[in-house]
Structures are given as C-alpha cells and as structure tokens.
C-alpha cells in the first residue's frame, strides 16, 4: 500500500475560489469590452452598385456610395458609433490630388453619410499613398519623399474633408510636423473644434499587406520605412507621441496593435490622451484565414485579442472585425 503524503501546513493562495463560476468571473473582470470602443473602417469607391471584395481580407468590401447608406444602417443598428473613412479614387496622379478635391471620393461620402446619420463620429483617414499614383504618402522628388512640401497637402486634405463633415481628422502619414501642419490649417480655415486622432505610433509594419490590397495603395517603388517607425523601437515611440501631444493631438493611435502591446501601455502610463489601437489588416486576415480553415474558434479569439488590446491600455480600437464583434456582444 502506498503511504499518503500529508499536506497539513501549506501556506497557499486560494486563487481559484474568484473563478468558482460563471457570475463569480463575471464580478471580478478587469477589462470589458465594449460596442462603444469599436471604431469601423470603410472603404469608398467610384461607380455604382458595387461591392468589391477585398480578396485577401475576407468579409471586408470596396463600396460604392449609392450602397452606403445600407452599409451605415447596418452598422447604427448594430449599435456602432463610428466609422473611419478611407477612399479609394479613380484617379492617381504624382501629387494626390483626389484627396484634397472637395469632391473627391472620401469627400462626398463624409457629405452624404453626415446628411443620413448624422449622429455618427466619422474619422477622416488623411494621407495621400491613394491618392499617388508612386503609392506613397508625400511628394515625391528623386526618388525621396520629401517632408515641409508634403504638409501643405495634407494640411488642404484636413481641411477639406472638415469641410464635408468629418468630426475627426485623423492623418496617417508619418511626415515630421503633421499634427502641427493639421492644427493650423483646421485653425484656420474656422475648425478649431475638430481633433485630431493622431497615428502617432505607425510602425513600417508587414501587417498592412491586405490593407495595400483594399486601398489600392501599395508603393511602387521602395518601402515607407523612412517615415514609418522601426518594429524594434520603443522610446521613438514616447518620442513620436510627446511631439504629436505638443503639436495638439487629441488621440494617439498605435499601429499595428497585436504585436505592440507593450507600446500602447507605455502611452497609457506616461500620457493622457485616449489611446487608440488599430487591429490591422494582417492581423484580421491571419485569423479570417485560420477560421476558414477551421482550425481556430473566431469568435473567442476576436474577443480575446480585442480585450488584450484594452488591458493594455487602448481605450478604442479600430477594427474590421466591430460588425461580427458589435452582434457578440448584443447575443451575450
Ligand atoms: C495609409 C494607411 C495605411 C493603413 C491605414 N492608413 C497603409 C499604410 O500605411 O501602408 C493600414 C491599415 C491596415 O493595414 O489595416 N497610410
């Protein structure tokens, strides 16, 4: 017979009395998350009646705004408050020009959905790698992308989108003094009430491969690794956002999300801004694909990735995944 071994005076914690049950989880959860922090991206694109998939993000389309009142129904009922607009024009040309015209493709669509809904916050992507015909995000001039003459643009792309109605501006393109060169301009031109949601933090990241399929917005030559951030960096980071913050940023974004989880903590303690992290489209493709597959439960990894974005500190995050996860919620 085997002698038991008497455990009389061990000293532990009871962790596990807090996971006894279902509500006594529920009681101590840290982080919630919620349909108010789903931010959607949407893509515009000329012509009618058309609802172009985007291949390799599976569930996400190109459409055109004849369709877009529905798509923004859907997305009211569904309890979302708002959406982040980006364009896809029929014409490129060297200095973007489509994205500055006041009636270029993201501008009529900020107009009409703000004559339709015009309860929803409507974040204006502003950058001009759609709108090149090179893919990238400023003028070009011997193969360089050059910084001070590439504000004015964008600086003319904020104002114009304001102009049509966006609540938020928020730029993407990594040029030094974009947030200053935006602040002034909205200034202005009479839009001292519209913030500014600033990436901030854009790593030069593989994960917006897909993206580059939906936007139409690849480079032609080169990569954005002179203005976007090195993936090995952390202080550029606290640099990046300290800068963006005295330039006037109301929101900081940190981009990707999954693989920079540290980076949005880090803006979360030592700033006080609301931090935002955009989940990607690498990212939400990667997990599209797995499900297809069948080889992974969608709906439990959406929701976990998404909270470990909260308890790392984003207090909104951008996803194309906020349809799937806005009825998740509502069916808990
Ligand atoms: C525009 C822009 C990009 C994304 C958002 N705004 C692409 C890029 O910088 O190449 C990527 C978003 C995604 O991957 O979901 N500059």
Redesign the pocket.
């Given at each position: 017979m085997k002698e038991e071994i008497v455990m009389k005076d061990l000293q532990f914690a009871r962790h596990r009395r807090l996971r006894n049950s279902a509500n006594m989880r529920a009681l101590v959860r840290e982080t919630h998350l919620h349909k108010e922090d789903l931010i959607y991206?949407i893509f515009f694109v000329e012509g009618e009646n058309k609802r172009n998939a985007v291949q390799s993000m599976p569930g996400v389309y190109q459409v055109s705004l004849d369709l877009v009142n529905d798509e923004m129904q859907e997305l009211v009922d569904l309890g979302i408050k708002s959406v982040l607009v980006?364009g896809v024009p029929a014409e490129k040309d060297e200095v973007g020009s489509q994205a500055y015209h006041d009636h270029g493709i993201v501008q009529k669509g900020i107009r009409q959905i703000k004559e339709n809904f015009p309860e929803l916050v409507v974040i204006a992507?502003t950058?001009l790698?759609?709108y090149t015909d090179h893919g990238h995000?400023g003028i070009i001039e011997e193969g360089k992308v050059l910084n001070d003459p590439t504000l004015d643009l964008l600086a003319r792309t904020a104002v114009s989108q304001a102009r049509a109605g966006a609540d938020v501006i928020a730029p993407?393109?990594?040029m030094d003094g974009f947030v200053a060169a935006i602040r002034h301009g909205l200034d202005e031109a009479g839009f001292e009430h519209i913030p500014v949601m600033s990436?901030a933090v854009?790593y030069a990241?593989a994960?917006?491969?897909?993206?580059?399929d939906?936007?139409h917005?690849?480079?032609q030559f080169g990569d954005?690794k002179t203005y976007?951030m090195d993936p090995a960096n952390r202080l550029e980071a606290m640099r990046e956002a300290a800068s963006d913050i005295e330039e006037g940023a109301d929101f900081l974004i940190v981009?990707?999300a999954l693989s920079y989880l540290d980076i949005m903590r880090d803006m979360k303690n030592n700033f006080n801004l609301p931090v935002v992290a955009?989940?990607?489209?690498?990212e939400?493709s990667m997990i599209k694909a797995a499900a297809q597959n069948g080889w992974i439960n969608e709906k439990d990894i959406v929701l976990e990735k998404l909270t470990s974005m909260k308890r790392a500190g984003a207090d909104l995050i951008i996803t194309?995944h906020a349809k799937d996860v806005a009825r998740w919620l509502t069916d808990k």
């Open positions: 991206p980006f992507d950058c790698c759609q995000c993407s393109n990594m990436y854009k990241s994960f917006y491969g897909p993206f580059r939906a936007a917005s690849s480079p954005r976007q981009k990707p955009y989940n990607v489209s690498g939400y194309y």
